[in-house]
């Protein structure tokens, strides 16, 4: 049974840090991996996917790396800014599977 | 492209009535998923629906809950006497392929609070 694990759970960083945000997975079989972006009490925004024959995307200041072997990704936030506190979500979908598995999030706080 | 819409954005409900959720998935996309989110928790997958089709609906609670996509019109959850325990976010997303190729858009979801 897949299991999606976010670390840290929470993070406050000053405002113009470069920052690092971890997930993993414990079934390296998967079809992709999707980050997304909530603002408390909104819906969820997606920022990157990543399909499984991919390393890595990249939107303006994020970057997301997928490591299938190691069943890692990464989340890189580039010259944070306020706006982007918010939690942030990895989700993973395998073949065969409808249920899209998400981890519980890291709530980023980014200090002006 | 108006996205996945969800409506109503707040529902309250009192215990014992039934709660009706709807959506309608972006234009183009055939293939609707619910998830829920309870408070201080993740996103958990409920259904899965084609048009007129259930898929997958190994995520719902065996009783008073139900999901619907018909032919014409919004996809609709629906909870038929609910409980406290009902209370949450609902989330419905959309797809292209059936095999989520091009990824989920999630709609803003549905906040429902039973009193």
């Known amino acids: 049974k897949q299991e999606v694990t976010q670390i840290p759970a929470a993070l406050s960083v000053p405002e113009g840090e470069n920052l690092v945000l971890n997930c993993s997975f414990t079934?390296?079989?998967?079809?992709?991996l999707q980050w997304f972006r909530q603002d408390p009490g909104k819906g969820l925004t997606s920022l990157l996917l990543i399909q499984s024959s991919q390393r890595e995307q990249t939107s303006g200041r994020l970057n997301a790396s997928l490591d299938k072997s190691s069943g890692r990704s990464t989340l890189y936030i580039a010259a944070s800014q306020p706006g982007d506190s918010a939690t942030y979500l990895c989700?993973?979908?395998?073949?065969?599977?409808?249920?899209?598995?998400f981890g519980a999030g890291t709530r980023l706080t980014v200090k002006p | 492209n108006a996205g996945v819409m969800q409506n109503p954005r707040h529902l309250v409900r009192r215990r014992g009535q039934e709660a009706r959720l709807r959506c309608s998935p972006m234009?183009?996309?055939?293939?609707v998923y619910w998830y829920r989110q309870l408070p201080e928790e993740g996103l958990k997958f409920m259904v899965y629906?084609?048009?007129?089709?259930?898929?997958?609906e190994s995520g719902m609670p065996k009783e008073r809950f139900s999901a619907e996509f018909p032919k014409e019109g919004p996809s609709i959850l629906r909870i038929q006497q609910v409980v406290r325990g009902d209370s949450a976010a609902y989330f419905c997303?959309?797809?292209?392929?059936?095999?989520?190729?091009?990824?989920?858009?999630f709609g803003s979801g549905t906040r429902l609070t039973v009193v």
């Open positions: 234009k183009g996309h055939s293939h």
């Open positions: 997303a959309s797809s292209l392929q059936s095999d989520g190729g091009y990824g989920y858009t």
């Open positions: 079934d390296s079989a998967i079809y992709n």
């Open positions: 989700a993973v979908l395998q073949y065969n599977n409808n249920d899209m598995r």
């Open positions: 629906l084609q048009k007129e089709n259930i898929i997958d």
